[in-house]
């Protein structure tokens, strides 16, 4: 009972707790951000801030410049809280990494604490203060709340990292601070394609390229960095998503697809020398550098023919190791709905290797790859069931957005569980678990875990419910990246059908083989498809359908969520009802 | 809950023995997010899926139908089942329908909103039927002035109809900034909350929660870059703002607006402050004193320093309030007080209409004849008189020919008949001229409103 009570004790407010830690970094950090922009306020706004001496500015470089290169002559600084607008001059900058240091003619500031890298872990919260669509120039700053997504190391030694923080434009340069408000670094870049995802230039790296010039070495100073102190639950929280990636990352690979398998793709036959209007296939750019053996290194490779049906964006995603020589990845990778194609897995461990389909689930849109050699790390599965999930549980998405330079190790995402059983109608993965977690393409196949690393289901492509005889309501696209609607298959609707992916089954959309309609009474059959399972069985129009395999079916969502499980080729005991008369048929699903 | 709270507590002690540093914070983010598990169920139940039912009218035969349109959200604010929404989620209804997390659809009545100003206020009130007691969340619990930006904050609603079974879809983030006044053509939207909580179409009229679970907002709007950036900006109008109108709202139906000052403001470069840049004639601010150059320092006691302070405390009040403003003349500083009318009422005294009559009514408003037509021998023909309708009170016939419409020749084109209706709201009487066994004959029809005459299409 004592136990009961002192966790109590623990629990009560732990949301306000971590509220306050990022209120008060965000209001922290607000204090030594300045808007940077031109005199004739030409593009949107840049984020700056005050870093080393009251004066000093540190922001991106690019969006300074004149168009044919040079700085422009009419920086301004405006500092916050209704301050001052002064003119700004350039002090020292560096092209490679795209920063600047200005010097605020007649403003000051307040300086912001700054943090060594090694502040910076994976799974970390981090808060983003800025002028997001210059909001500086009337009110006040925006403050986004993100974690560290992946961390990346330079060849120069110096390291990048990447945050879920929110990306627009008048945003770059803003400083990504820690829960303490120290300057962690600033953001530089969305990186393309993965929403969500914004590039940051850490604090440390910016010391370093500026230890050259005596004069920044000077203000920026060589100071220890004083350590903050990690308490609250807002702190631990870093540290429990931290172990949970690492964790779930060890089995969730990268996978790409080549070139197709077979010979007799449908355009093999055709000429294929097409004049050079026409779109230029995307140059293949493998990860591993290693050549294939044989053969000179040739100039310029012939680009791989375009195959119908393997779409672009389709040629990368991420998959989850179930055991250690198989991989559960999306379908459309493996080349469907045209021919195979080769596949390659990159495993956390920066191997590679190639893959075959064992078999595949066109209901999930999901394929079963066997991975030569093996050597995997098989994911844990969560011991929960889908149902059981509430809305509002802690998950981290992680998998390989698209777009990540040169990232070995899969990203992590945070959200929440939106709602469970989602999707209902719109895709046939109907228990499927919603999540606000950033979504993008690259993610899709990757893992949605839980706090402990455990796997609760594999991301799915919402937008790929082609060809299901579901529509998908919106607009394509309307899913984009980190839309804040990601989706996936949960775990154990998977492992209820890998034993038939193994034995090599291609699993595809169960149909009866009828029209239905649904009233208060229940569903009823309004017609019979010739030469259907529904037919064969002896259904006829007219008759109202009560079970299915001996479970009840008061409307369409009871009756799609059963027949979502069975594929084709299935048997369904129907129990229907025709004229007070109750009868079972067996119908072999088509 | 708490059952499942000691379980943990009994693994971590019997079996690690003394706990790591890992497994303590574990305990600790496992607590927070059972917090925030509690906060979602108990703002969920009052969370409905609105679907507005559009009247549809196919020119060609005069068939009037209504389909499910257009989704959005809702938040029920008080037990007999005042719904909270967006303006914009309900325009052109025929019906709307609300669906609760308790599975079921409850129809919904248009009650009253705020799209009576100049600029259009999205806020709307409807009211639920087929329910003694509804859950709800309380419309006076939530206090936005309070929170700081990094609180945490939950948006729940029905983006792209994910909701539409009743259990809505759940985002979380933080609160990013307040009092924004966003950019949008159709919409006042002033004060503004902003979040990076995720709000997708769809969203829009669903609730905004703090972290204790109290509505703080309606989210209504996003803004996003496609392609260049991510979303993550969503704004929803706050609660407080809300509260200015409820009480009215509430009380009485129909539309209302924001308070109508006839000013339009800029930032005075280098100066603090909004500046007037025109004043309308016979406005309120006119009638006060106010000119054109005059710079605003204070709207009621609130500090004005350019025209984003300007739209947020002056433009976000409702009509009939009274506004003290303090401004600067030549450096002098003054100060009058005038009392916002509403926008109707100013156009009326300055002798001008707020519609303009050559523009057709949307169809929701207009009136119907009561009678579906087709196109035969070069003449449009009655083919059917809907029972209980004006034409049918006229005695039309289904065989009559129609030859004008409020002196207006019909000849020949579907469209023609269409367009004569177009200009005349339901209740209004239109004379109809008709030819009927070769005899002409005129008769006046008492137009109906076509939402009771649609086939209802599901």
């Known amino acids: 009972m004592v136990l009961l009570v002192t966790t109590s004790a623990v629990r009560a407010g732990e949301i306000a707790a971590a509220e306050r830690r990022i209120e008060r970094a965000a209001e922290t950090a607000r204090a030594s951000i300045v808007t940077v922009f031109t005199e004739k306020r030409s593009g949107w706004d840049l984020t700056g801030v005050v870093v080393g001496a009251r004066d000093v500015v ?3 470089r690019k969006p300074l410049l004149e168009k044919g290169g040079g700085f422009r002559r009419d920086l301004r600084i405006r500092f916050p809280g209704g301050g001052k607008t002064v003119p700004a001059e350039v002090m020292v900058d560096d092209e490679e990494m795209n920063i600047v240091l200005l010097r605020a003619v007649g403003g000051r500031g307040r300086t912001i604490k700054p943090r060594p890298t090694r502040d910076v872990s994976l799974g970390m919260w981090v808060v983003l203060v800025g002028n997001t669509f210059s909001s500086g120039r009337e009110s006040e700053p925006v403050v986004s709340l993100g974690i560290v997504s992946g961390i990346h190391k330079r060849r120069d030694g110096t390291m990048t990292f990447h945050a879920s923080t929110l990306v627009n434009p008048g945003s ?41 010039s ?10 220890p960095y004083p350590r903050p ?86 040629d990368r995603s991420s998959g989850i190791a179930v055991a250690e020589d198989l991989v559960v990845c999306p379908l459309r990778v493996t080349g469907w709905p045209g021919p195979r194609r080769q596949l390659t897995i990159d495993s956390p461990d920066g191997s590679s290797s190639t893959a075959t389909v064992l078999g595949t689930d066109e209901r999930l849109r999901l394929a079963l790859l066997r991975v030569r050699g093996g050597g995997l790390k098989s994911c844990r599965a969560a011991p929960e069931s889908a149902a059981g999930l509430a809305a509002g549980r802690f998950v981290a998405a992680i998998g390989y957005p698209h777009g990540n330079p040169g990232s070995q190790h899969a990203h992590v995402t945070f959200g929440i569980v939106s709602r469970v059983e989602a999707l ?15 979504i993008s393409g690259g993610n899709r196949g990757g893992a949605l875990v839980d706090l402990e690393g455990r796997v609760l289901g594999v991301i799915l492509d919402v937008n790929d419910t082609s060809g299901l005889g579901y529509q998908n309501p919106t607009r394509r696209g309307a899913y984009g990246p980190n839309a804040g609607l990601g989706f996936a298959v949960p775990v154990e609707v998977i492992m209820a059908v890998l034993p038939r992916l193994k034995a090599g089954a291609t699993l595809k959309p169960g149909r009866l083989g009828v029209s239905l309609t649904a009233d208060r009474d229940g569903v009823h059959v309004r017609s019979v498809a010739k030469e259907s399972g529904a037919a064969a ?48 048929l067996k119908v072999t699903l088509r | 809950m708490r059952a499942c709270l000691f379980l943990i507590v009994l693994a971590g002690s019997v079996a690690a023995g003394p706990e790591t540093d890992l497994e303590k914070a574990l305990t600790r983010v496992r607590a927070l997010e059972s917090e925030i598990v509690e906060v979602i169920k108990k703002a969920a139940p009052a969370v409905g899926a609105v679907v507005n039912h559009r009247t549809l009218l196919d020119p060609a035969t005069g068939v009037v139908s209504m389909r499910p349109r257009s989704l959005g959200s809702g938040v029920v604010i008080t037990r007999d089942g005042f719904l909270l929404t967006n303006v914009h989620v309900i325009e052109g209804a025929g019906y709307l329908t609300v669906t609760l997390p308790d599975g079921v659809t409850y129809p919904a009545d248009r009650h009253a909103d705020t799209s009576g100003g100049r600029v259009k206020g999205d806020i709307a009130v409807l009211k639920l039927r087929g329910r003694r007691h509804f859950p709800f969340a309380d419309w006076r619990a939530g206090d936005p002035k309070r929170l700081k930006p990094g609180a945490f904050v939950f948006a729940m609603g029905n983006p792209h109809g994910h909701a539409l079974d009743g259990t809505p879809v759940v985002t979380m983030g933080i609160l990013s900034a307040k009092g924004r006044a966003a950019a949008d053509k ?34 209504g709007l996003m803004q996003s870059r496609a392609g260049r950036s991510n979303s993550g900006v969503g704004y929803a109008i706050p609660i407080e703002q809300v509260r200015l109108f409820l009480r009215r709202m509430m009380r009485n139906e129909g539309e209302m607006g924001y308070g109508f000052h006839g000013l339009s403001v800029d930032t005075a470069p280098g100066e603090k402050g909004a500046r007037v840049a025109r004043v309308e004639a016979n406005s309120p601010a006119q009638e006060a004193g106010l000119r054109r150059g005059d710079v605003i320092t204070r709207v009621n006691g609130k500090r004005i320093s350019n025209r984003a302070d300007y739209l947020n405390h002056a433009a976000q009040l409702p009509e009939r309030t009274i506004v003290r403003v303090q401004y600067l003349r030549r450096r002098k500083r003054r100060n009058t007080h005038y009392k916002l009318v509403s926008y109707d009422a100013y156009l009326k005294s300055v002798g001008r209409q707020r519609r303009d009559p050559s523009r057709p009514y949307p169809l929701h408003e207009r009136g119907y004849l009561g009678a579906h037509w087709a196109l035969k021998r070069g003449a449009i023909v009655l083919t059917r008189i809907l029972s209980g309708t004006g034409a049918a009170k006229a005695k039309l016939e289904s065989g009559d020919l129609v030859v004008s419409l409020g002196g207006h020749d019909i000849g020949a084109d579907p469209k023609a008949l269409v367009d004569a209706l177009a200009r005349l709201p339901a209740g209004a009487d239109i004379a109809v001229e008709i030819e009927r066994d070769g005899a002409r004959r005129s008769v006046t029809v008492s137009l109906c409103d076509a939402r009771d005459a649609a086939e209802l299409d599901e």
């Open chain 1, 537 to 584: 069985a002896g259904v006829m129009a007219g008759d109202r359908i009560t079970k299915l395999n001996g479970k009840s079916v008061p409307d369409m969502a009871a009756l799609r969520r059963i027949l979502a499980e069975k594929a084709a080729g299935d048997e369904l005991l129907v129990t229907i009802r025709r004229k007070n008369r109750e009868l079972s």
């Open chain 1, 58 to 60: 540190l922001t991106l």
């Open chain 1, 424 to 438: 209902a109608g719109i895709h046939p993965a109907l228990h499927a678990i919603q999540t606000d977690a950033g």
């Open chain 1, 229 to 314: 102190r990690a308490s609250s639950v807002a702190d631990l929280f870093g540290k429990v998503m931290e172990a949970a990636a690492r964790t779930a990352r060890d089995a969730v690979v990268g996978v790409r697809s080549g070139k197709p398998l077979s010979e007799s793709a449908p355009n093999a036959g055709k000429p294929s020398e097409r004049p050079a209007s026409e779109t230029p296939p995307k140059k293949e750019k493998p990860k591993n550098k290693s050549e294939p053996p044989g053969g000179p290194r040739r100039p310029r490779p012939p680009a791989p023919a375009r195959v119908p049906g393997a779409r672009e964006g389709h």
């Open chain 2, 186 to 219: 159709r919409y006042l939207y002033v004060g503004a909350l902003q979040t990076d909580a995720e709000i997708n179409p769809g969203n829009s009229g669903g609730p905004l929660f703090d972290s204790k679970g109290r509505l703080i907002g309606i989210n």
């Open chain 1, 214 to 223: 005596r004069k920044a070495a000077r203000i920026l100073g060589a100071k």
């Open chain 1, 172 to 212: 770059f340069g803003a400083p990504v601070v820690d829960l303490d408000g120290g300057l962690l670094g600033i953001l530089g870049a969305a990186v393309t394609g993965a929403g969500g995802q914004s590039v940051v230039i850490p604090y440390e790296t910016v010391r370093k390229r500026f230890a050259k």
